[in-house]
């Protein structure tokens, strides 16, 4: 799979920063109370999705709303383009 990397180099920075805090706390909550290790696996989780996208510098979600906004912008470019060609 292909990719460019779509986040800026302090978006990734604090993205790095804020997922291994939370993975800290997570993991030491799960050391505490283990027998509710469950709820805090998800934060782990989204604690080791938030590194790994700041190690790449590249998000899914960013990905997914440009290119929702390149296919609007494209829509709406035909649809101004075929109205004026009905015009005249």
Avoid: H
Avoid at 19 to 45: D, E, H, N, R
Avoid at 72 to 83: A, F, G, L, V, Y
């Amino acid at each position: 799979m292909k990719f460019k990397q779509n986040i800026s180099i302090i978006n990734a920075l604090m993205r790095i920063t804020c997922g291994f805090t939370f993975l800290t706390w997570a993991t030491a909550k799960m050391v505490k109370k283990p027998w509710k290790s469950q709820s805090y696996i998800i934060v782990v989780m989204l604690s080791a999705m938030k590194i790994g996208e700041g190690i790449l510098r590249y998000c899914p979600v960013v990905d997914a709303m440009e290119n929702g906004q390149n296919l609007m912008t494209n829509e709406r470019k035909q649809e101004n383009e075929s109205n004026q060609s009905d015009l005249y």
